[in-house]
């Protein structure tokens, strides 16, 4: 259904100087392809943006493809301007969300919108608006987002750090954004920060003293994972992160089905290398996730696969001969440690000897010369103060918003 815009507190944005907007919502396979492409026509000329692949968003827009539609349902709009599609936003509610304590920025009354791309800022506010609608239609008295779509796929708006291109799996946005989004009435709820560490040199001595300290302990083992057993390394790991994030601001656990989506989604850039488990006492109580940045490897197929680009990509993944891709730079998107052990001087040794081990191996085995660790909550006092300690810089923020509907 196509709707003309008119909402309450804004006024008519439907009759603007550049002509009539219209915003009608996704409903055949052709629109969601249009949703698709309205993110690289508005972008395709910023350099530091980097074209996701187009399968990769249409699945996450697939209820039946994606699991996060199995806990949350939404609707997809595209704004047009004589003719030309000119923005899109989505508007979703988690169900995880509204079970979420208020503590941690849940609600029942709370829904999300994200996935925003506007040319200008009538567009941008015509689409917010619209998402309000479908919101309070839903019964929600509260936005919070950029959600896009989950917490766990592409959270907040970028604010700062917007002259380099983001890592594996970050949004990156036009830096108009936030002054429209805030000129909609939305205020910052929570910022979430990346650090940018050079790992080419090493850590502080007083860091390479815990490390020493760490490996000197009988009770600590730190361990590859086992790639070939993929599945229930996953499901390991996942475990620890449910146990270690389940106290932060905005976190929702991660379903059974969705272990299986995202470990069979990013399996090609796994390597047993870069990723370690850390034991006490036989017990798996840590871990660290390190990605070699997929981005860097498909900036330049514009979105597509084919006809070359799949071949280009496993070429690139698979370091050509060698088996080991060559990257610049590796993400640490995940780590945590048990929430018994935290706080603990054993959580500080287990951390900092699976940061050393990857970082010698990123190198050593990847030819990488730069990290980029978070997102990390701007509260999360644990994870700020090692990025601090390993000497790392902070290189991006962004900014998940709220407003009272």
């Known amino acids: 259904m196509r709707l003309p815009v008119r909402c309450p507190g804004i006024g008519n944005l439907g009759q603007g100087m550049a002509g009539a907007i219209d915003i009608f919502e996704v409903k055949t396979k052709a629109d ?3 949703f698709v492409e309205v993110q690289f026509a508005l972008n395709r000329h910023d350099p530091a943006w980097v074209p996701p692949l187009k399968m990769d968003v ?10 996060w539609y199995e806990h949350g349902h939404g609707s997809l709009f595209i704004a047009t301007r004589d003719g030309k599609d000119v923005g899109r936003i989505s508007a979703h509610i988690d169900h995880l969300w509204l079970e979420m304590p208020p503590e941690q920025g849940g609600g029942r009354d709370i829904g999300n919108w994200g996935l925003m791309e506007a040319v200008d800022a009538e567009i941008a506010a015509a689409l917010i608006a619209r ?13 919070v987002g950029p959600m896009s779509i989950s917490i766990w796929d592409e959270p907040g708006l970028l604010v700062a750090g917007h002259d380099h291109s983001p890592t594996v799996m970050m949004g990156h946005h036009n830096p108009r954004y936030e002054a429209w989004i805030e000129a909609a009435g939305y205020q910052g709820v929570k910022d979430l920060y990346t650090y940018d560490l050079d790992i ?8 390479q003293r815990i490390v020493a300290s760490g490996e000197r302990n009988p009770r600590i083992t730190v361990r590859k994972v086992n790639k070939k057993n993929f599945a229930a390394e996953a499901a390991l790991i996942l475990s620890i992160l449910n146990d270690a994030w389940s106290d932060n601001w905005g976190f929702l656990p991660i379903t059974d089905a969705e272990i ?3 470990g069979k989604k990013l399996k090609p850039i796994v ?4 990723i370690r488990i850390a034991e006490v006492d036989g017990e798996p109580v840590a871990f660290m996730m390190t990605w070699p940045d997929l981005n860097e490897m498909q900036k330049d ?7 070359f680009g799949a071949i280009k990509l496993l070429w690139r993944l698979n370091g050509g001969f060698s088996g080991k891709p060559t990257v610049r730079t590796v993400r640490v998107p995940l780590m945590g440690v048990v929430k018994r052990l935290q706080s603990t001087r054993l959580a500080s040794q287990l951390a900092f000897i699976m940061i050393e081990y990857i970082r010698s191996a990123s190198v050593t085995d990847f030819g990488a010369t730069r990290a980029e660790i978070g997102w990390v909550l701007q509260d999360n006092q644990g994870m700020v103060s090692i990025a601090d300690a390993i000497d790392s810089k902070m290189n991006r923020t962004y900014r998940i918003y709220g407003k009272t509907l």
């Not at 080419?200 to 860091?207: C, E, R, Y």
């Open 131 to 143: 998402a309000e609608i479908w919101l309070r239609a839903e019964g929600m008295t509260r936005a």
């Open 271 to 274: 390597f047993n290398e870069l």
């Open 301 to 307: 197929l514009a979105g597509e696969l084919f006809p």
């Open 260 to 262: 299986a989506y995202v």
């Open 32 to 34: 969601k392809k249009r």
């Open 58 to 67: 249409l699945e996450l827009l697939t209820p039946g493809k994606n699991p």
């Open 200 to 207: 080419t040199k090493p850590f502080p001595p007083l860091i």
